[in-house]
């Protein structure tokens, strides 16, 4: 029987892994920092909410994460809960305490498990890779990172640290590699913007995203999925996934939001500079873990959330007067 722990279960990537499982029939709980169910009410049926088991914490303190396995009876641990790169930039100790001690944490209490936990699974981030001028040819999924951000750097720590949780413990784990996760409920981080650039455009309002250049964008369902298949294929080993979905300019993503919403052709533009992550990304490890998962066009991908926006404000689960933006 599998059962899964996710943790940051209520953000953006942990809501379509919620809905992937609920949909498979497949038991599990959810751990995040406090009650919050804005993203799950965008992303699930709002009837299947009530009764989700969820456990409230903070991952960074080690008596309550380490105490998780024993509190559910979980089988696999999809770890997602950590602050993004805004946040690491500002405040790099908080970031530490949640990304790093965060995530040793949940190592550890797959160790004390005792076998219990079959792997642990993890969000790790494409921004572990440097720019290009730091690459010959494309990155393979274990060359040497030397990334520019705190976030980056704690994301290559937990990779370091799951190697060794494989070699002492024999703890099994695989780390992705998004790059710029997109779709309904990507709310929070610099890279969320292409996602609420979508939102504005269906709401009739205007955006501006705050970077350019090439970008790889993951649909957040196909990245659920792909986490799903990992946790559920790594057997052996503390693998490091590089997961780049489909790479393209911003131009290009402009392109696909007028394509998919006409009517704001013009109201939604760019201007920055570009993200400093190469793109030039080699895929073996994910074809290994999680072959025939999902990689979703990307001009598909912007008008499937284009229309789950409109069905969203639709709904009235959103509302175009009360929009962040
Ligand atoms: N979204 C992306 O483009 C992207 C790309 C690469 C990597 N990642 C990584 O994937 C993971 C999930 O991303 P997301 O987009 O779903 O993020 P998100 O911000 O939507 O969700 C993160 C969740 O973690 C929870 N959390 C934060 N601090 C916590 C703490 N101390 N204890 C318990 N819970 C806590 C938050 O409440 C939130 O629900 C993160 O680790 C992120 O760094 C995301």
Not at 30 to 43: A, T
Not at 126 to 148: F, M, N, Q, S, T
Not at 240 to 257: F, S, W
Not at 286 to 306: S, V, Y
Request: hydrophobic share 40%; charged share 20%; net charge negative.
């Amino acid at each position: 029987m599998e059962k899964f722990l996710i943790t940051g279960g209520q953000g953006c990537i942990g809501a379509w892994i919620t809905r992937q499982l609920l949909a498979e029939g497949i038991d599990f709980t959810l751990v995040d920092l406090e009650p919050n169910e804005f993203i799950l009410q965008q992303v699930l049926d709002s009837d299947d909410i009530p009764s989700i088991e969820r456990i409230y914490g903070d991952i960074s303190a080690s008596e309550f994460t380490q105490g998780l396995v024993a509190q559910t009876d979980a089988t696999h641990i999809i770890h997602l809960a950590g602050l993004q790169i805004p946040t690491c930039r500002t405040n790099p100790v908080l970031g530490a305490q949640v990304n790093v001690v965060g995530t040793i944490n949940i190592f550890e209490a797959a160790r004390l498990s005792e076998g219990q936990i079959q792997s642990v699974t993890y969000a790790s981030s494409a921004a572990v890779v440097g720019p290009a001028e730091d690459y010959d040819g494309p990155i393979l999924d274990d060359a040497p990172h030397r990334p520019r951000t705190h976030y980056g750097y704690f994301k290559l720590a937990n990779e370091g640290n799951a190697r060794v949780y494989w070699q002492d413990f024999g703890i099994p784990s695989a780390g992705l590699r998004p790059y710029a996760v997109y779709g309904i409920g990507r709310e929070l981080g610099l890279s969320s913007a292409p996602s609420r650039a979508i939102r504005a455009a269906v709401a009739g309002r205007p955006f501006k995203i705050p970077f350019s250049g090439p970008c790889g964008y993951n649909l957040v369902r196909d990245t659920a999925a792909q986490l799903i298949a990992c946790a559920r294929n790594v057997k052996e080993g503390a693998w490091g996934v590089n997961l780049p979905g489909t790479i393209a300019d911003m131009a290009e993503v402009l392109k696909h939001i007028e394509a998919a919403v006409p009517e704001a052709a013009g109201s939604i533009t760019f201007e920055g500079d570009t993200l400093p992550f190469a793109c030039e990304i080699d895929t073996t490890n994910l074809g290994r873990l999680a072959p025939e998962t999902p990689d979703t066009p990307l001009a598909d991908g912007i008008k499937e959330t284009a229309d789950l926006y409109r069905d969203l404000y639709a709904r009235g689960v959103l509302d175009p007067a009360k929009a962040a933006d």
